[in-house]
């Protein structure tokens, strides 16, 4: 045994990739995915610092049950705090809790140069994928759909480009769990298909390229994967980790594979997340609608959201009035990795920020206010260390 997989050393340890990932970041090696190789020695330190975790482990555990009926310490709750769901987080939870925790679908973005293919792509899928729309369904810009496949559901965010990716990450939030970059076989690497590498990689966020317009006389994909090794980005056929398909969004071919390819993907992340958790989301988009009001699209990330749920947004709030899945369908509730339309918000909501729930308005409203009055101080203390500061500076 000389390297590696990561995907394969963590469950061959039985620990999440998650885990193995944070490990690796503490020990300063770098790997472009959970598919990348490490080296023997890597593999021997990680073996030490789980032992030595299980150890720890097992000691707190005998201290907890010599010390019973009392609770872990809490965090010091911030005003109204107690009263909000916490938002998803990116973090993975204790090894112990996520055997109970079940799988969710994986949330897809896709990016790379203009006229490369991305929104005809995500109209293949759509048109193949997406199971036919409800009678009297108006068809309605929601900016995520659901694809059904052999392997399972797919998400999509389909407003397509770096800015829904950039802002939603701008404002602290995740919301892809994996990235397709589309690249034209007859164009190849481009400004923004750069950008859209680097972008995904600052995020960590697992990339597969698709080949695009391979139907065409002139497409060249082994230009393409030549050119994507020139980055350090090496195709698995090439002996890297790099996942590459071919695909035409014209014909179709390849699209099935694309599919296949996400959905392994999304099994070696490992992706999981509590329908009885609290709820946290992050809005993909927010619109005003001239017949319904502001309408605003939600990516459920942990939880379950319910029609009649309070829900606060930065500094606003807002009751779910209803609810619509990507297909238009009015539904009631929604679970993990689902896209779902809101009514019920006052105020536009912006893409990327953090949505959470409230148990009532007045908890809501709390929120909010203890939200108004911290930006506040905050605003404050600027004006007063500028006043301070002109002072010094004298007349
Ligand atoms: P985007 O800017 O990345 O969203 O690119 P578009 O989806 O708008 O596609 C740009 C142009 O390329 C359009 O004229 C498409 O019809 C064309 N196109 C997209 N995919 C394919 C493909 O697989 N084969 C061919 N021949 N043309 C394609
Ligand atoms: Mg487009």
């Known amino acids: 045994m000389s390297k590696v997989r990561i995907y394969t050393l963590a469950k061959d340890l039985g620990v999440e990739n998650q885990r193995m990932l944070e490990i690796l970041d503490g020990l300063g090696v770098s790997y472009k995915s959970v598919s990348s190789t490490i080296e023997e020695e890597t593999v021997d330190l990680i073996k030490q610092i789980l032992a030595e975790e299980s150890t720890e482990a097992a000691t707190e555990t005998v201290a907890a049950e010599a010390a019973p009926a009392v609770s872990a310490p809490e965090a010091p709750a911030k005003a109204g705090s107690d009263d909000v769901a916490p938002v998803a987080s990116s973090e993975a939870p204790a090894a112990s809790a996520t055997a109970e925790i079940p799988h969710r679908a994986p949330v897809v973005t896709i990016m790379g140069h203009v006229d490369h293919g991305k929104t005809s792509l995500l109209d293949y899928i759509r048109k193949t994928k997406v199971a036919a729309k409800e009678a009297g369904g108006i068809t309605q810009h929601v900016g995520a759909f659901e694809a059904q496949t052999s392997k399972g559901r797919i998400v999509f965010i389909d407003t397509p480009g770096h800015e829904a990716f950039t802002t939603i990450r701008a404002r602290g939030a995740n919301v892809a769990d994996i990235a397709i970059i589309v690249i034209a076989a007859d164009d190849s690497l481009m400004p923004q298909t750069r950008e859209a590498i680097a972008h995904a990689q600052a995020a960590k966020v697992p990339m597969i390229i698709a080949i695009n317009k391979v139907d065409l006389p002139q497409a060249d994909p082994d230009r393409v994967k030549t050119d994507l090794t020139q980055l350090n980005l090496v195709p698995e056929e090439y002996g890297g980790d790099l996942v590459v398909v071919p695909v035409s969004a014209k014909t179709g071919e390849g699209v099935e594979e694309l599919l296949e390819y996400i959905s392994l993907t999304a099994e070696l992340e490992d992706l999981r997340a509590d329908p009885k958790a609290a709820f946290g989301g992050v809005i ?79 908890a809501a409203r709390e929120v909010v206010a203890s939200r108004q009055s911290d930006r506040r101080d905050v605003e404050n203390a600027r004006v007063q260390r500028r006043k301070t500061l002109e002072e010094m500076m004298g007349p």
């Open 284 to 362: 993909i988009e927010g619109r005003v609608d001239r017949q319904q009001g502001v309408l605003a699209t939600v990516m459920v990330q942990e939880g379950t959201l319910h029609v009649g749920d309070f829900l606060v947004v930065g500094e606003n709030y807002g009751k779910i009035k209803a609810m619509n899945d990507s297909n238009g369908a009015r539904i009631k509730e929604a679970g993990p990795s689902t896209p779902v339309q809101i009514l019920g918000f006052s105020d536009v909501p912006n893409s990327g920020e953090k949505v959470a729930s409230a148990k009532n308005e007045h």
